[in-house]
C-alpha cells in the first residue's frame, strides 16, 4: 500500500519558517521525483517542488525558488522541505506526492501519489 505521510505544517508569522516532512512506503523510492504540491482555497494546484530519489536532482517552482529548500534522506525514505521566508500568499495546504516526472509535479501540479496534506497559514 503506496503511503506519503506529511507532518510539520502549522501557523506561522510572515517572514517565518517551517520545515515539513514527508515520510514514504508502499513504492520504489527511485523511481520517483518526491516533493510537494500544494492549493489554496479557490486556487488550482501549485506544483512547489520535488527531489529525484535516483540522481538527487531538485526542482521549485518559481515562486519558491530561493526561500524553500527541498532534501531527503533515502535511507528512511524520507523528504523534507524547509520553508524559510514565508509570505501570507504561501498559505495552503501542502500535500507530499510522488511522481516519475520532476516537471510534471512541479509544473503542472501532477503526481501519481499523494498524501492527505498538512495545513500551512502564515499571518501577515
Known amino acids: 500500500e503506496v503511503q506519503l505521510v506529511e507532518s510539520g505544517g502549522g501557523l506561522v508569522q510572515a517572514g517565518g519558517s517551517l520545515r515539513l516532512s514527508c515520510a514514504a512506503s508502499g513504492f520504489t523510492f527511485d523511481d520517483y521525483c518526491i516533493g510537494w504540491f500544494r492549493q489554496a482555497p479557490g486556487k488550482e494546484r501549485e506544483g512547489v517542488s520535488c527531489i529525484s530519489s535516483s540522481d538527487g536532482r531538485k526542482y521549485y517552482a518559481d515562486s519558491v525558488k530561493d526561500r524553500f529548500t527541498i532534501s531527503s534522506d533515502n535511507a528512511e525514505n524520507t523528504v523534507y522541505l524547509q520553508m524559510n521566508s514565508l509570505k501570507p500568499e504561501d498559505t495552503a495546504v501542502y500535500y507530499c506526492?510522488?511522481?516519475?516526472?520532476?516537471?510534471?509535479?512541479?509544473?503542472?501540479?501532477?503526481?501519481?501519489?499523494w498524501g492527505q496534506g498538512t495545513q500551512v497559514t502564515v499571518s501577515s
Open positions: 506526492a510522488a511522481d516519475p516526472m520532476g516537471f510534471r509535479l512541479v509544473d503542472y501540479g501532477l503526481a501519481d501519489y
